[in-house]
């Protein structure tokens, strides 16, 4: 499969900064929330931000791709619908699960790193991948605490996926940061592990150390010691993308503005 | 002949009596508005001025404006605002909006205006500014509009009985009755008046305001009046310079021109300046509706 265009840097696109998002400089792609949307009729702002040539990558939170139960074809039919609809280069999910035996946990639960887990969000990858139109990124997500008797490291668990599903990866810096200070895990070992040409995008969040926990809120700023993950991953390789995701207590539009162009400097030093 | 008078002759007085009647309405509806306060009157602040300008609404109208401006509420397209993290402002009314707009999480301006409008922080600028003499709290001037139209409900009264009676003899009371018309529409105009009363002084303050701000805003960067605040303080939200911005606030609350200001009696001024630094996109000016005439050209 040939690699991924050339995004540069983005924001999440969330209904209640719409306009704001419609005039931040330098937002070179956005994404958007796939659950959110509805086929038919896509809000206004969305279909500016195409009116303008801006891609616009739907990102799913519901696929639930490590969960033991078989995916939800209507949901990755959804999935697959919007991307249509937007036009999208590719569709992206969570290496996680959100359900468990009918009930819905409301986050984005860790998967065991072991073999038979591996097999299982393997053959649901695939069930999804062959349902929808394009490819197919998954990210890797943050975790407060870890299964036992995982086999795998993280990094490695994903090389697999990659190699057997030949899906893209889509790799949170925030997410990494809040393993290593959460659970202990190395970033730089991870970046190692991972086939780092199969990248899609990156994504950058903000968050807050509560006390010995730090929390991926994205309501908050980014901190810079994510930028400082960033920094190491652009040291790799350059990402096609890079995406700040905002999702509450959103601040100034100048304050977006600059933690942009803050994401944007780290991605140009290295690049440059 | 009832009580001595001819229907003509009593139709003389009546109109005698109607001018004076009028005579003395119209005295004290002048002394209303004359103010009675000889204070000097200092310059006023934003708030002040937004007040003299449009009363309690346009205050908080202002106060949305400055807060969108400098980034500490934002407004979508689903016609809501939020404040965002970002909140610095000590102003007493764009701490009412603030805590306004954090109580809820889908507020519309339509919802907001009105409910701030009541706030301390509101009705304390009207106190003062009625104190300076440049505004007459609303219910001084109803109560005084009433005793000045008590002679005109005097002769009305009068009218009315010698016309049942006129008819219960059988006289004719054409002429009568459509005086008694003409009367009674003396009476609502007489006593008609806005929501908001400005003084002679009130006035007079306004429309200097409104010289200097526009020659201001041309000519040097003095910011007291000047951005999208200041054009919102003369002329309302339907003024907003953002285009988008704009058309997402009034969007919820139906039409731009829903928010009436005060009555005042110098007609109603161009409400838009003549330029003005504040549009954040020079095509976000002029064009769309509400906007009275459409905003001046774009600063850049």
Same mark, same amino acid.
């Given at each position: ?33 796939? #659950? ?34 078989? /995916? ?13 609809? /937007? @036009? ?33 969000? /393997? ?17 890797? /997500? ?8 995982? #086999? ?44 780092? #040409? ?42 096609? @993308? ?29 690049? @440059? | ?35 009675? =306060? ?168 306004? =429309? ?13 960067? %003095? ?41 005042? %009696? ?13 549009? =954040? =996109? ?19």
């Amino acid at each position: 499969m040939a690699g991924i265009t050339d995004l540069g840097v983005g924001i999440g696109w969330r209904s209640e900064i719409d306009l704001t998002v419609e005039r931040l400089p330098g937002v070179d792609f956005v994404e958007v929330v796939a #659950e959110n949307l509805h086929i038919g009729h896509l809000p206004e702002s969305v279909t500016l931000l195409l009116e303008r040539g801006i891609p616009v990558l739907p990102h799913a939170v519901s696929l639930s791709l490590g969960g033991a139960d078989p /995916v939800d074809l209507n949901r990755v039919e959804h999935l697959g619908k919007i991307a249509e609809a /937007v @036009g999208a280069p590719m569709v992206s999910d969570h290496v996680c699960f959100v359900r468990a035996g009918g009930l819905d946990s409301g986050h984005l639960m860790p998967v065991p790193r072991t073999k038979d887990a591996l097999d299982v969000l /393997v053959a649901n990858v695939r069930l999804a991948q062959q349902n929808l139109p394009v490819p197919l990124a998954l990210e890797n /997500v943050a975790a407060l605490l870890e299964w036992p008797d995982g #086999e795998l490291t993280e990094g490695q668990f994903l090389a697999e996926l990659v190699e057997r599903t030949d899906c893209w990866l889509l790799v949170d810096v925030a997410n990494l940061y809040a393993n290593a200070r959460n659970i202990g895990t190395d970033p730089e070992r991870f970046l190692d592990e991972i086939p780092l #040409e199969r990248l899609a995008y990156v994504h950058v969040a903000g968050g807050e150390q509560h006390g010995d926990v730090y929390h991926d809120t994205h309501a908050h700023a980014v901190l810079p010691e994510v930028l400082g993950v960033l920094d190491e991953l652009c040291s790799r390789v350059t990402p096609p @993308g890079v995406l700040l995701e905002r999702d509450d207590n959103y601040p100034s539009d100048t304050e977006i503005a600059s933690e942009l162009a803050a994401i944007r400097a780290v991605v140009d030093k290295r690049r @440059g | 002949m009832p009580w001595g008078l001819s229907g003509p002759e009593f139709l003389q007085l009546y109109w005698i009596g109607l001018a004076l009647a009028v005579l003395v309405a119209i005295v004290v509806r002048v002394r209303v508005r004359a103010g009675h =306060s000889s204070q000097p009157v200092r310059s006023l602040d934003m708030d002040e001025l937004a007040y003299l300008a449009g009363g309690p609404r346009r205050v908080v109208e202002t106060s949305i404006a400055r807060l969108l401006t400098a980034g500490e509420l934002r407004t979508s397209r689903r016609g809501t605002v939020q404040v965002t993290s970002t909140t610095n402002s000590l102003n007493k009314v764009d701490r009412a909006v603030i805590t306004d707009s954090q109580r809820y999480t889908n507020r519309t301006v339509n919802l907001m205006v009105p409910a701030v409008s009541k706030d301390g922080a509101v009705t304390e600028i009207g106190r003062r500014l009625e104190e300076m003499g440049l505004v007459v709290h609303p219910d001084v001037a109803k109560s005084a509009l009433r005793k000045g139209s008590i002679a005109l409900w005097v002769l009305l009264a009068v009218g009315v009985v010698r016309l049942v009676n006129g008819l219960a003899i059988g006289a004719p009371v054409g002429y009568l009755a459509l005086l008694l018309l003409l009367t009674g529409a003396v009476i609502f105009i007489l006593t008609r008046r806005g929501k908001n009363l400005r003084t002679r002084k009130g006035n007079v303050v306004l =429309s200097e305001a409104r010289t200097s701000s526009s020659s201001r805003m041309a000519t040097s960067d %003095d910011a007291l009046y000047a951005g999208a605040a200041g054009l919102v303080l003369f002329g309302g939200l339907a003024v907003y310079p953002d285009l988008a911005v704009r058309s997402s606030l009034l969007a919820s609350s139906g039409s731009g021109s829903s928010y009436s200001g005060y009555s005042g %009696d110098g007609g109603s001024y161009s409400s838009c300046s003549s330029s003005s630094s504040s549009c =954040s =996109s020079g095509s976000s000016c002029g064009g769309g509706g509400g906007c009275g005439g459409g905003c001046g050209g774009g600063g850049g």
